[in-house]
Antibody, heavy 116, light 108 residues
Framework: EVQLVESGGGLVQPGGSLRLSCAASGFTVRSNYMSWVRQAPGKGLEWVSIIYSGGTTYYADSVKGRFAISKDNSKNTVYLQMSSLRAEDTAVYYC??????????WGQGTLVTVSS | SYVLTQPPSVSVAPGQTARITCGGNNIGSKSVHWYQQKPGQAPVLVVYDDRDRPSGIPERFSGSNSGNTATLTISRVEAGDEADYYCQVWDSSSDHWVFGGGTKLTVL
């Protein structure tokens, strides 16, 4: 059974940093595209970043230069390092598997709140 | 960047057919995917590659895509279909994944 479990969310001050983790099971991150999608409170879905099986990465313009996606194939885990956080980064962050250009499995999400 | 436009809300009576549209420039040339999200839950993929259904998704959910509009059709709507629905594409020109703004389906 495919499972994605996010962790690492919480309250952080503006300008601060946070690292999210996504532990995958039932498949290997080594051979899949893995992505992060976020949802601000009461708002729609926003794609954040993706890492291809070979390691190529892409970012939404809103987070480029501040966020970094990575993975550890040996731990079957994906990460999102977030820095220079802003109030508008407040959202539930979902870890998702992307078999190609869509998202077939989603984690339950982890809430990141940026506030002083 | 590529923009997807959805109506904010659609209402339908139980047993009727709901159609949720997703507009984009020449969207017919792209593959469109649809997600259902119920309150407090993670999204669920209901249609991918315009018209294919993941295992476990009822045949009542179907999709089409042509010209500047893609459509998610839900036949014989049930109370349990009440949710937010999002369309999504991959924009090859920017290597960005794009979501529509979402449509709230209300079952009257």
């Amino acid at each position: 059974e495919v499972q994605l479990v996010e962790s690492g969310g919480g309250l952080v001050q503006p300008g601060g940093s946070l690292r999210l983790s996504c532990a995958a099971s039932g498949f290997t991150v080594r051979s899949n595209y893995m992505s992060w999608v976020r949802q601000a409170p009461g708002k729609g879905l926003e794609w954040v970043s993706i890492i291809y099986s070979g390691g190529t990465t892409y970012y939404a313009d809103s987070v480029k230069g501040r966020f970094a996606i990575s993975k550890d194939n040996s731990k079957n885990t994906v990460y999102l390092q977030m820095s220079s956080l802003r109030a508008e980064d407040t959202a539930v962050y979902y870890c998702v598997r992307a078999p190609l250009y869509y998202f077939d499995y989603w984690g339950q999400g982890t809430l990141v709140t940026v506030s002083s | 960047s590529y923009v997807l436009t959805q109506p904010p809300s659609v209402s339908v009576a139980p047993g009727q057919t709901a159609r949720i549209t997703c507009g984009g420039n020449n969207i017919g040339s792209k593959s469109v995917h649809w997600y259902q999200q119920k309150p407090g839950q993670a999204p669920v993929l209901v249609v991918y590659d315009d018209r294919d259904r993941p295992s476990g998704i009822p045949e009542r959910f179907s999709g089409s895509n042509s010209g500047n509009t893609a459509t998610l059709t839900i036949s014989r709507v049930e109370a349990g279909d009440e949710a937010d629905y999002y369309c999504q594409v991959w924009d090859s020109s920017s290597d960005h994944w794009v979501f529509g703004g979402g449509t709230k389906l209300t079952v009257l």
